[in-house]
Protein backbone atom coordinates (compact mmCIF):
# COMPACT_ATOMS: atom_id res chain seq x y z
CA UNK A 1 0.00 0.00 0.00
CA UNK A 2 1.33 2.66 -1.28
CA UNK A 3 0.64 6.40 0.83
CA UNK A 4 1.14 9.68 -1.35
CA UNK A 5 1.12 13.32 0.50
CA UNK A 6 0.95 16.34 -1.49
CA UNK A 7 2.40 19.56 -0.46
CA UNK A 8 3.76 23.08 -1.71
CA UNK A 9 0.23 24.26 -2.28
CA UNK A 10 -0.56 28.19 -2.09
CA UNK A 11 -1.76 31.23 -3.35
CA UNK A 12 0.32 33.19 -5.83
CA UNK A 13 -0.27 35.53 -8.55
CA UNK A 14 -1.16 35.07 -12.64
CA UNK A 15 2.80 34.70 -13.39
CA UNK A 16 4.31 33.18 -10.59
CA UNK A 17 5.20 29.83 -10.18
CA UNK A 18 5.11 26.94 -7.52
CA UNK A 19 6.76 23.88 -6.96
CA UNK A 20 4.53 20.91 -5.52
CA UNK A 21 5.90 17.88 -4.04
CA UNK A 22 4.58 14.40 -3.35
CA UNK A 23 5.92 12.17 -0.95
CA UNK A 24 5.64 8.75 -0.94
CA UNK A 25 5.64 5.84 1.52
CA UNK A 26 4.67 1.78 1.72
CA UNK A 27 5.04 0.00 -1.11
CA UNK A 28 8.25 0.76 -3.83
CA UNK A 29 8.09 3.65 -4.98
CA UNK A 30 10.38 3.38 -8.23
CA UNK A 31 8.07 0.55 -9.28
CA UNK A 32 5.01 2.52 -11.01
CA UNK A 33 4.99 5.50 -13.39
CA UNK A 34 3.34 8.78 -11.26
CA UNK A 35 1.16 11.40 -12.40
CA UNK A 36 -0.24 14.69 -10.83
CA UNK A 37 -3.91 15.72 -11.57
CA UNK A 38 -5.82 18.29 -10.84
CA UNK A 39 -10.12 18.94 -10.28
CA UNK A 40 -11.34 22.87 -9.85
CA UNK A 41 -14.58 23.43 -8.21
CA UNK A 42 -17.84 21.82 -10.53
CA UNK A 43 -15.07 20.08 -12.91
CA UNK A 44 -13.82 17.07 -13.40
CA UNK A 45 -10.51 15.52 -12.24
CA UNK A 46 -8.20 15.69 -14.98
CA UNK A 47 -4.39 15.09 -15.93
CA UNK A 48 -1.64 17.54 -15.79
CA UNK A 49 1.33 15.68 -16.19
CA UNK A 50 3.39 11.68 -16.19
CA UNK A 51 6.59 10.49 -15.33
CA UNK A 52 7.57 6.75 -16.00
CA UNK A 53 8.98 4.75 -13.26
CA UNK A 54 12.69 6.07 -14.38
CA UNK A 55 12.47 9.56 -14.95
CA UNK A 56 13.25 9.20 -18.34
CA UNK A 57 9.83 9.63 -19.99
CA UNK A 58 7.23 12.64 -19.55
CA UNK A 59 4.22 13.17 -20.73
CA UNK A 60 1.85 17.04 -20.29
CA UNK A 61 -1.53 17.90 -21.12
CA UNK A 62 -1.78 20.79 -23.88
CA UNK A 63 -2.79 23.05 -21.57
CA UNK A 64 0.87 22.91 -19.21
CA UNK A 65 3.01 22.41 -21.53
CA UNK A 66 5.91 24.37 -21.56
CA UNK A 67 5.13 25.80 -18.34
CA UNK A 68 5.23 22.87 -15.71
CA UNK A 69 7.54 20.32 -15.59
CA UNK A 70 7.47 17.01 -13.78
CA UNK A 71 10.62 15.04 -11.99
CA UNK A 72 11.04 12.32 -9.86
CA UNK A 73 14.06 11.75 -7.22
CA UNK A 74 13.43 8.12 -6.31
CA UNK A 75 16.03 8.34 -3.73
CA UNK A 76 13.56 10.56 -1.70
CA UNK A 77 10.63 8.93 -2.87
CA UNK A 78 9.41 12.22 -4.25
CA UNK A 79 7.69 13.59 -7.51
CA UNK A 80 7.63 17.29 -7.85
CA UNK A 81 5.45 19.32 -10.05
CA UNK A 82 7.16 22.60 -11.12
CA UNK A 83 4.52 24.83 -12.23
CA UNK A 84 5.94 28.09 -14.17
CA UNK A 85 4.06 31.36 -16.17
CA UNK A 86 0.84 30.50 -13.56
CA UNK A 87 -2.87 31.17 -14.85
CA UNK A 88 -5.84 32.10 -13.12
CA UNK A 89 -7.12 28.66 -15.10
CA UNK A 90 -4.69 26.79 -13.18
CA UNK A 91 -6.32 27.52 -9.80
CA UNK A 92 -7.61 23.77 -8.70
CA UNK A 93 -6.61 20.92 -5.95
CA UNK A 94 -3.65 19.48 -7.38
CA UNK A 95 -3.22 15.51 -6.42
CA UNK A 96 -0.32 13.16 -6.85
CA UNK A 97 -1.28 9.86 -8.09
CA UNK A 98 0.69 6.48 -8.46
CA UNK A 99 0.07 3.13 -10.76
CA UNK A 100 1.41 -0.04 -10.84
CA UNK A 101 2.38 0.24 -14.74
CA UNK A 102 5.71 1.24 -15.72
CA UNK A 103 7.36 2.14 -18.90
CA UNK A 104 6.93 5.62 -21.16
CA UNK A 105 4.21 7.77 -20.58
CA UNK A 106 1.55 9.09 -22.63
CA UNK A 107 -2.24 10.37 -22.59
CA UNK A 108 -3.39 9.16 -18.91
CA UNK A 109 -6.41 8.88 -17.25
CA UNK A 110 -7.45 9.01 -13.05
CA UNK A 111 -8.40 5.57 -14.39
CA UNK A 112 -5.18 4.22 -15.05
CA UNK A 113 -3.84 5.45 -11.35
CA UNK A 114 -3.85 3.14 -8.38
CA UNK A 115 -3.14 5.47 -5.61
CA UNK A 116 -4.00 9.25 -4.57
CA UNK A 117 -3.13 11.54 -2.11
CA UNK A 118 -5.29 14.25 -0.39
CA UNK A 119 -4.61 16.80 -2.34
CA UNK A 120 -3.17 20.52 -2.26
CA UNK A 121 -4.80 23.52 -3.24
CA UNK A 122 -3.27 26.09 -5.93
CA UNK A 123 -4.71 29.35 -6.29
CA UNK A 124 -3.93 31.65 -9.08
CA UNK A 125 -4.73 35.13 -8.81
CA UNK A 126 -5.34 37.51 -11.88
Known amino acids: QVQLVESGGGAVQAGGSLRLSCAAS????????MGWFRQAPGQEREFVAA????????YYAHSVKGRFTISRDNARNTVYLQMNSLKPEDTAVYYC???????????????????WGKGTLVTVSS
Open 97 to 115: AASLVYGAVGPTTPNDMRY
Open 26 to 33: GGTFSSGN
Open 51 to 58: VSWSGGST
